[in-house]
Each structure stands twice: as structure tokens, then as C-alpha cells.
């Protein structure tokens, strides 16, 4: 059934973005705010996009109205700890419309405005897929970005294992649910 599996990319995705900003929040301004490279936005920036991407798509699947409004500011919030706690929220929103998934709703056509202004229609499976490729990507950035800070970045990758489901039953407990 596709809602159980989007359920535990969700689930995933909220478990990551909690153990990333575990050591994000760790970091001094300067080191948050630092650009690695020349390419590169800094970790903030990145943890930023992160967020207003979720915003972006969560409200499309849910009908919010908010569009490409939702991108407007690319730097919403300037304090790590106000990121953190939205995120959260983002995130928790989001394992809850997977959650309440099924068949039928997996293939419900939604409509996107692009940056272009064009529209265009694509499945709840679909957008689902691409948020959570495209989160798993930015994170990988940051992840990335934390490797020359003084913080060691975090396991992202041992979720669904076994061996590893007491830590993800700690994390999990942290945010308010049950464990993998």
C-alpha cells in the first residue's frame, strides 16, 4: 500500500532532519552561517531551503492555497533553534498526511506552479518521491558542509535496521512519536 510506504520515508525523513539538527544546533553563528565553498550555500541557508521546499509541497498536497508563496522568503528564519522547531513541525505534519494514505490517494493528480508561473499536474506518489529524494539530497549537503566544522556530522543511514531501531526509538521519542 503506497501511504505505508510514504508513511516510512516520512518517518525517515523526520528521524534525519532531528539527528542533522541535533549537531546543527551545536554550531557557533559563524559556523552556520559560513559558506564552505564558492558554490555552496552555508549550512543555514541550506537548512532554510530545506524547509521552505516542505512548505511548498505539503501545501500543494494539502490544498493550502499558498503556492509559490510559500518560497517567498528564502531565509525564514535566522536562529537555528526557530529552524529546528519548524522543521519539526514540518515534519510532523508531513508523517501525518502519509499516514492517513492509501491506494486512491496515491494517484490523485495535484497541481504545482513552477517558477516559471506554468502549471502542471502530477500524482501525490510523484511529489512525495521527489520530496523525499530531493530532502535526502539537501541533507546530504549540510552533511557535507558539517565534515569541516568542528561537529561530526550524524548517521543518516541506519533507520530501518534492526540493530539500530533502539537509537531510532529514542529519536523518535524526542519528537513526540513512536519508535521505527
Known amino acids: 500500500m503506497p501511504g505505508t510506504s510514504f508513511f516510512h520515508q516520512a518517518r525517515n525523513n523526520a528521524w534525519s532532519n532531528h539527528r542533522l539538527y541535533g549537531v546543527c544546533q551545536k554550531l557557533t553563528d559563524g559556523e552556520l552561517a559560513s559558506k564552505r565553498t564558492p558554490f555552496s ?12 521546499n516542505d512548505w511548498y509541497y ?32 514540518a515534519d510532523i505534519r508531513l508523517m501525518a498526511y502519509c499516514e492517513q494514505l492509501n491506494d486512491k490517494d496515491a494517484i490523485r493528480a495535484v497541481e504545482l506552479v513552477r517558477e516559471d508561473g506554468t502549471k502542471t499536474l502530477e500524482t501525490v506518489g510523484d511529489i512525495l518521491s521527489h520530496l523525499f529524494v530531493y530532502q535526502t539530497h539537501q541533507r546530504g549537503q549540510v552533511h557535507a558542509l ?28 524526542a519528537l513526540g512519536r513512536k519508535g521505527a
Do not use: W
Open 146 to 173: 558539517l565534515a569541516v566544522t568542528g561537529q561530526a556530522p550524524p548517521i543518516l543511514d541506519d533507520y530501518h535496521l534492526e540493530y539500530d531501531a533502539p537509537m531510532a526509538s529514542f529519536d523518535f521519542s
Open 58 to 89: 505539503l501545501d500543494a498536497l494539502v490544498d493550502g492555497r499558498r503556492g509559490r508563496a510559500c518560497l517567498d522568503t528564502e531565509m525564514p528564519f535566522g536562529a537555528i533553534d526557530k529552524l529546528a522547531s519548524a522543521q519539526r513541525d
Open 41 to 52: 550555500a552555508s549550512i543555514l541557508e541550506t537548512l532554510n531551503h530545506i524547509l521552505t
